[in-house]
């Protein structure tokens, strides 16, 4: 919030109004927001008690020219993992030219040798991506890790959006926001580009493990914005290489799946043989490039936090592009002379497994006791392809109304980006993680963190957006009617019709759903970003 003249200005103006607002009155509409949360079901499991998600009331402010390398950052590193996958899983010219180690894709637990050679039937792997970021001590953003498996959280960013535009409606009205509503046509837009070939009017559905993920709150939020099926695998079968749903019609084909289901469940004759949650011989429609699904199954290599200390160099290799958003410092405990050198300073570093998510099994080393260090050496011994070592990164704080009072606490941010095959579309602002305990270094919800509503103030357009500027409604409201009622709109628009499958659904938006669980970062739902 501070820069070389001091204060920002977007921040000044905040601070200014929220004098103005009062004290009191701040608590009183933070404890609205608590309670509107709790009411729409906008909840986590933290330590197995069911809580609101905590969304603080003081938003976090992002300028135009610090937004535009972010934004074109995020861009190009999806590219380049969409060249490197497809490279991965065909000819592996990188291996022959020594970018990167055979043997560092090949031992990866999410690389899927079922899928080499598979092309996707609409050419694109990395449908969604949520890159997590962190500003360090000087003010740089720097890429912490990637999620280009089923990447979670997009669903704070609009609720939180909707809910605050509610508690500070006099804010909204002083500040150019970049508005979130459009992420649901941008991601069916991006569904629909990427059918199989020949399909005029693809029919696409979200693919859920069902009611107890504890993302389904953002599953069913996302069928029914983009007014597409959300389905279960019980819901779907493959007959002749295509993809059927069962609905009220009987079968009817299914050419975009947007699965919320990890790779090892989506097919049990080729993965896990005791899913419930996948589709009997999805893979082999895949080959016959009977449906697309998105993400491609495999992508996980592309999380793995060893692969990720090589992007850098795979953004040279593929676009010939220096990157824009640097990673932060990594050692590799798989080389010798790495691994020589953070066994001398084991209590300095933090540690990382690099399948690790949702924050666990990293170790913090100043923070951990000695007999934590015995444990962690031997770990790292017996198995050095199974971590990193990086500094701890000082986070960037952000003012965080704790126990009443204003608060510096540590935040991360996770932008979403959409890839249609023919462009890479950030999502303004995404998902910023804030760690509520004092001191505290990992985000994550499950260790306790909560989250902000992220404004990218605009300005008219700058050199090499990915996206239109678009402003955002006075009131700062999300537009769902429009999307609603697409839902319902007859074939032809450009909207698909909305069919009904056999099984009743819950509905999001509705008041009386039951509490839905709502852990977007939750490990078996994607990977949860956070070294801190």
Known sequence: MFGAEGMRAGYRQLGDKAVQIGTEELLVRAESLKSSYLAQGVTFDFGGVEQPFPLDIMPRLIEPDVWAPVERGVAQRVRALEAFLDDVYGKGELFRDGVIPRHVVLSSPHYHRVVHGLKPAGGVRVHVSGIDLIRDNEGVFRVLEDNVRVPSGVSYVMTNRRAMATALPEVFHDH???PVSRYPRQLLAALRATAPPGVADPTVVVLTPGVYNSAYFEHALLARLMGVELV??????????????????????????????????????????DSMLGVAGLINALRVGNVTVANAIGNGVADD?????????????????????P??????????????EVMDRLGELVLKPVDGSGGKGIVIGPRATTAELDVLREQVLANPRGWIAQPVVQLSTHPTLIDGAMRPRHVDLRPFAVNDGQQVWVLPGGLTRVALPEGELIVNSSRGGGSKDTWVLSRSA????????????????????????????????GWPEQ??????????????????LLDPLAPHDGPDGGQH
Request: hydrophobic content about 35%.
């Open 232 to 273: 279960e695998g019980r819901d779907l079968v493959c007959k002749g290489g295509r993809v059927l749903m069962r609905t009220t019609n009987g079968l009817e084909p299914v050419h975009v799946i947007y699965r919320r289901v990890d790779d090892e469940f989506l097919d049990p004759v080729h993965f896990r043989s």
């Open 305 to 325: 936090k060893l692969v990720y200390t090589y992007v850098p160099d795979l953004i040279r290799y593929y676009l010939h592009e220096e990157p824009i958003v």
């Open 499 to 516: 069919k009904q499958t056999q099984q009743q659904r819950v509905d999001p938006l509705d008041p009386l759903a039951p509490l839905a």
């Open 462 to 493: 700058l050199p090499g957006a990915t996206g239109p500027l678009v402003q955002e409604p006075a009131t700062g409201r999300l537009d769902l009617s429009d999307i609603a009622a697409a839902s319902t709109t007859s074939p032809g628009t």
């Open 327 to 340: 990673n932060v410092d990594t050692w590799r405990l798989e080389d010798p002379a790495h691994r020589a």
């Open 176 to 178: 150019r926001i970049r």
